[in-house]
């Protein structure tokens, strides 16, 4: 028979408003095992954690319940006390009366019902609990980065920093995303090239660091700790070690005629081609859809112009299998298509562009060498408009977009429409807009700029309908604030696109059991105690996959990201996770369910010999699991048919005794 | 009423024991009663030659008595497998239940086997003999001064009325010839039952299940069951023995037998053939398989071996909770 304590928090008034405390404490004392009962205001402090040790001491106790906030947040402290005591921290248990009981009612009465229901369902399950003891398992001190922007490069250069290796992979030619396609940046101005492309060196510079780029992550096993990652590097077919990047092949491949991705299709490239002068590897890539040698067998032009022998058309896509201890997910974003948003008029006129176009139109680098030109016929604009949150901040039930804020376009349209009247002060501006948001250092200061010192006009409002029209595009839109409608006619039109998690997103959560949002964006395990990491252990976040983030939020992001890695690197052994399940050899039937439902791996079979009646001996086929790759996610105690399968901590028989409670 | 005879599966039986390819056979023998066919397992030529029985109530779903069975002898055992029973052989072999070394199956054509219950409604009880014309039965009782005729078709059981397949899915040889899978009309009474309102759906069920006497035939019977201990006879389960709160509360166990052997019930029928109460069981179990084939796409439990089934199965094709839920909620 246990020995059990009861220990409730008021939590303040937090749970003591709507719950009388003293009454659960009395309550509960005559239920089964317990031997003593008392309530503190505030439990998780000093004196309320020396009550629950002196208690432990005093009266023998063999297992804990603590009636206070959710197991989530003080779960880990309450088994520390524990063990402070001498007590397994296995003998803890958490009824919640907080979130789950004073939080959500109004009345003292129910509210106390139900905390004392709570108190006895834990009650009953302490009873059937049994002490744990974790087992410990090797860290592989190696960090996989998945990602090569700039939340992706900050991770990365963090953890090497603090002498760890690190990997990146990246599905890209090159590193750089899409800061390397970026102007300026907001509030401060400074090019965007001239702050990331000595990062990108650093990167390939960094002795710790190996960046895999034009390659994806095929496939993720393992625990956290100890991943097992296979990554597919794509055939380039240009061998990445001899090429020196010089360009050669690029001036005479014949096929010209391919659209640029990194100029958003803005202008075209070869078959064979360097994304940007500053890519990090700079290594030329063949496109093999566009190769006339790799299609046709005829050409082969630039094998014969590469100096150093570096072009391979017979290279196969290529698995490397590495083991890594910690992932970081850094697979940012992209804006969302324009396709369903006819009203603007986005495809049946070159010259309305989204914002992120416009950068490579601004941009030194980009398809105009800088000069702002209207794609269609090369002249220069002399009215443009932009359109703020186009698929931003739409209704629920849109098709069209998306329901948060995309958070970044409000500074960067500012950045647009003041750099454009700096450099080109005869142009009219217009920005029609929902709300302007600028909650960040220097933001508001640099929005007000662009209207008090560079003339932008801001119009509160949405523009309703775009029509090519000859050379001008006819602007419709509406001025709340004067309540008018407005015809402008304007050269160029800039639509700030939301943006969305990029599509390779929810695939590799799915590879990871990372958890996302309905936008597929990852979620964090708490959003404001641990927002770098993710609920899957050893899997952290970094940069706009987890929401919409701009640079300064991503690189710190990146920056904490990478802590939360050589923190856990640093640890030669990791604690497990003792609640893990366990196969009842004499119950199991080896019908393999469990081990198609675990997603670790975890579970194997061995043809054991069991003894039966009459001195004969059967030979069965029984799952075993590995307590150390084991997760505890309870899926195969589900999956079993005959109930061999359990769950160390989470017994079938402790969560029937809690219904049982509950129900009685 | 069958196209193959008891003379010729004897003789196979014999044949194959004789030259060793098997050392025991899995057949059927007669019970207490001519209508009583109970499975048996025959060591010698001798003994099947007397006791072997092959007849319109040889319904039994020999399947499952692999798994004690296959442990128990040396060298092979045979079992002759009519088609739907080969969709049971085979999930018991997707889920590793009998060593498939052990066995020599035989296929052989069904006709379709009759219900007792059927013939009871038609020629009432007392029942003291039965024999087999080939169209008809001859049906003597002890009330009646002249033995009735009952035609084959008319006492079919509904799980061969509604039969789902001819086609034999595993065997090592098969006898006569193999026939296809049958668009069957098995999930119109399902589509009934889901069209009621909640009240009248409860109150059949609570009707039907009410006459449960928890004799667990259904799951001494079911290839789907073959747990080495059942939960319901586990100290260990917490689910054992308990009393029931209510009267409706110890009929659960049917639904929550159905859940059990949800995806991996072939629809064989054997929990309806069995029950002595006539409770339509099946039915629970077509309710499953029409909602994977509807949820995930079509989906035959043992349709071959290895086979991964919807439920313990994950694609990214696979419908989100919600559409479950919305689903569900229309139901209601």
Known sequence: MQRVGVFVCWCGSNIAGTVDVAAVAEALKNEPGVVFSTDYQYMCSQAGQDII????AEHNLTGIVVCSCSPRMHEATFRKTAAAAGLNPYMVEIANIREQCSWVHKDMTTGTEKAIILGKAAVAKVNLNTPLTPGESPVTKRALVIGGGIAGIQTALD????????????????????MAQLDKTFPTLDCAACILTPKMVDVAQNEKIRIFSYSEVEEVGGFVGNFDVKIKKKARYVKEDICTGCGACVDKCPMKKNPNEFNLGMDNRPAIYIPFAQAVPKVATIDPNACNMLKNGKCGLCARVCAAGAIDYTQKDEIIEEKYGAIVVATGFNPISMEKFDEFAYNQSKDVITSLEFERLTNAAGPTAGHLERPSDGKSPKTIVFVQCVGSRCDACSEKGKEYCSKICCMYTAKHAMLTRDKYPDTDVYVFYIDVRTPGKNFDEFYRRAVEEFGVKYIKGMVGKVTPEGDKLKVQASDLLSNKQLHIDADLVVLAAAIEPDKSARPLATML??????????????????????????????????????????????????????GLLAKDKLTGNPCVAHSNELMCNGCSSCERVCPYGAITYEDKEFRMPNRTTKIRRVASVNPAVCQGCGACTVACPSGAMDLKGFANSQIIAEVDAICK | ????????????????????????????????????????????????????????????????????????????????????????????????????????????????????????????????????????????????????????????????????????????????????????ARFDEVARLEAMTPDERFLFWQNELSRCIRCNACRDACPACTCEKCVFDNPDSAVENKAPANSFEEKMFHIIRAFHVAGRCTDCGECSRVCPQNIPLHLLNRKFIKDINEFYGEYQAGAEVGSRAPLVDYTTEDLEPGEVFERGDQDA
């Open chain 1, 159 to 178: 953890i090497a920093d603090a002498g760890f290796p690190v990997d990146i992979v990246e599905t890209k030619p090159t590193i750089g995303g899409k």
């Open chain 1, 513 to 566: 059991t990372a958890s996302m949002d309905t936008n597929d964006f990852f979620t964090e395990a708490h959003p404001k105690l641990r927002p770098v990491e993710s609920p899957t252990a050893g899997v952290f976040l970094s940069g706009a996959c987890q929401g919409p983030k701009d640079i300064p939020e991503t690189v710190s992001q990146a920056g904490a990201a990478a802590s939360k890695v050589i």
């Open chain 1, 53 to 56: 040790k002196n208690a432990i």
């Open chain 2, 1 to 184: 009423m069958q196209k193959i005879t008891r003379d010729q599966l004897v003789e196979k039986a014999v044949a194959l024991l004789s030259d060793g390819t098997v050392s025991a056979v899995l057949g059927w023998s007669r019970g207490e009663f001519d209508y009583d066919i109970t499975p048996a397992v025959f060591k010698s030529a001798e003994e099947v030659k007397e006791n072997f029985v092959w007849n319109d109530f040889c319904g039994a779903n020999f399947s499952k008595y692999l798994v004690a069975q296959t442990g128990k002898v040396e060298g092979k055992i045979l079992v002759f497998l009519k088609p739907c029973d080969t969709y049971s052989f085979n999930q018991l072999l997707t889920e590793h239940r009998f060593d498939r070394e052990k066995v020599y199956a035989v296929g052989i054509p069904c006709e379709g086997m009759a219900d007792i219950a059927k013939v009871r409604e038609i020629v009432g009880d007392g029942i003291v003999s039965i024999e087999d014309d080939g169209e008809s039965l001859k049906v003597s009782t002890l009330y009646a001064d002249a033995p009735v005729l009952v035609g084959a078709k008319d006492v079919m059981a509904e799980r061969c009325v509604n039969c789902k397949s001819k086609k034999h899915v595993a065997f090592d040889e098969l006898m006569g010839e193999d026939g296809e899978v049958i668009e069957s």
